[in-house]
């Protein structure tokens, strides 16, 4: 039996635009799971065999490869969560006595969040500039019913998004 998804798709013109909106969809219930964005370059050009020129072409081709929307949220607990837990090791292993592996954990910690999170804005950064670069940020929103098709609709909408539309793709 076929499965069919319906998704909400936008194009936005910057960054901030794009944050703006995927914050006002989740406080209107919508998960962080129900978001992707267009892949980075290479990869779409390793998956499809080709580069596109514009991400408008990308929009509906449902082999288009996407990555999760991780919003600035999101990359700030990745960030700060790996360091925080690390150090909450060193703390525990200061209460056991020992205050030098504390320090060494709880330093740990940091420069290894510090460095993920470093890599994760890069990414993220390359991935935007590459796209505007093309035409814009494309996003995608799966949506469960009408209801929330509607909502999301009109939140991409209200929030700068062109190229706003509803597709349909089999799984």
């Known amino acids: 039996m076929v499965r069919k998804i319906r998704e909400v798709v936008a194009a936005f013109d910057d ?30 050009a390793r998956k499809l065999g080709n580069r596109y020129q514009q991400v408008a072409e990308m929009a509906d081709d449902p082999a288009a490869p996407r990555e999760t929307f991780f919003s600035w949220v999101s990359r700030a607990e990745a960030e700060y969560g790996l360091a925080l837990g690390l150090a909450s090791i060193g703390a525990l292993a200061l209460a056991g006595g020992g205050v030098l592996p504390a ?9 290894l969040g510090g460095a993920l999170g470093g890599m994760m804005h890069r990414h993220h950064a390359r991935r935007v500039q590459e796209q505007l670069a093309r035409g814009g940020l494309l996003l995608w929103v799966n949506v469960r019913d009408a209801a929330q098709e509607t909502l999301a609709l009109e939140i991409l909408v209200a929030h700068a998004a062109h190229d706003v539309h509803v597709h349909e793709l089999a799984t």
């Open 15 to 44: 960054a901030e635009a794009l944050e703006r909106a995927v914050f006002a969809l989740e406080t209107h219930g919508f998960d962080r799971a129900a978001f992707s964005l267009l892949a980075d370059e290479a990869t779409v």
């Open 103 to 111: 320090l060494v954990a709880a330093a740990g910690g940091a420069a």
